[in-house]
C-alpha cells in the first residue's frame, strides 16, 4: 500500500529556510503517534538529477533524535528539490513524508 505504517507516525511542520545563500536548515517534528523509538532519516535530490542524497549533518534534539538537517554549499536555486523524510522503528512501520519545495 501507498501508505503504510501507523497513522501519524509521519513527521509534522517541515519547513526549510535558507540564509547566506548556501546554508539552509530543514526542520521537523516527530509524528505524534510515532513510537518513541522512530528514528527519521531525510533525503533529497533536485528534480533534474536522479541520485538523492542523504542528509550529511543532522540536527539532533536531546535525545539523539533527528529533528532536522544542515546542508552547507547549497546551490537549490530556482530549481524545485524534492525532499523524503522516512523513518524507522523496531516496532511498526512508520509512514514517509515528501514534498517538492
Not at 497513522?7 to 545563500?21: D, H, L
Not at 542524497?53 to 533527528?66: A, H, P, Q, T, V
Not at 552547507?72 to 512501520?93: C, M, P, R, T, W
Amino acid at each position: 500500500p501507498l501508505f503504510a505504517g501507523v497513522n501519524g507516525s509521519a513527521i509534522e511542520n517541515f519547513s526549510c529556510v535558507i540564509y547566506n545563500v548556501s546554508l539552509m536548515n530543514c526542520t521537523w517534528q516527530a509524528g505524534r503517534n510515532a513510537p518513541g523509538d522512530t528514528q527519521y532519516f531525510l533525503y533529497w535530490q533536485h528534480l533534474r538529477s536522479n541520485n538523492a542524497m542523504e542528509c550529511e549533518l543532522y540536527i539532533k534534539d536531546e535525545n539523539g533524535k533527528n529533528v532536522g538537517c544542515r546542508f552547507q554549499n547549497v546551490s537549490i536555486g530556482n530549481e524545485k528539490a524534492y525532499f523524503l523524510v522516512n523513518g524507522s522503528s523496531k516496532d511498526s512501520l512508520i509512514q514517509f513524508y515528501d514534498e517538492y519545495i
